[in-house]
């Protein structure tokens, strides 16, 4: 089974900017539709961006300043994010089918470990 795996995240100052990766473990990501979600403590899992061919979707907290892309070789996806808030703060994992905006949340989800986001100053 394909495993995800994020990276790239960090502690950056509140304006700053990260650049998140998710590669598969063993071969590519050849999902038609991948994304990412993030969990803060005490608060519950938000659908931050999809992308599905080339269709790019966002929360509404992270639209205009985060962007989701794809190599052409889909073995790496990133996601972009500029302009951080405090309130970006949160565990960010890459996950397949992109619950949360294309699908509910229920069932298994193909999920990586998750990668740490904290801005703060």
């Known amino acids: 089974q394909v495993q995800l795996v994020e990276s790239g995240g960090g502690l950056v100052q509140p304006g700053g900017s990260l650049r998140l990766s998710c590669e598969a473990s063993?071969?590519?990501?050849?999902?038609?539709?991948i994304g990412w979600f993030r969990q803060a403590p005490g608060k519950e899992r938000e659908a931050v961006s999809c992308?599905?061919?080339?269709?790019?979707r966002y929360s509404e907290a992270v639209k205009g300043r985060f962007t989701i892309s794809r190599d052409k070789d889909k073995k790496t996806m990133y996601l972009q994010m500029n302009s951080l808030k405090p309130e970006d703060t949160a565990i960010y994992y890459c996950?397949?089918?992109?619950?949360?905006?294309?699908?509910?949340?229920?069932?298994?989800?193909?999920r990586g470990q998750g990668t740490q986001v904290t801005v703060s100053s």
């Open positions: 992308i599905s061919d080339s269709t790019t």
């Open positions: 996950v397949a089918d992109c619950p949360g905006i294309l699908t509910g949340w229920g069932g298994l989800m193909i």
């Open positions: 063993r071969g590519t990501l050849d999902y038609y539709a």
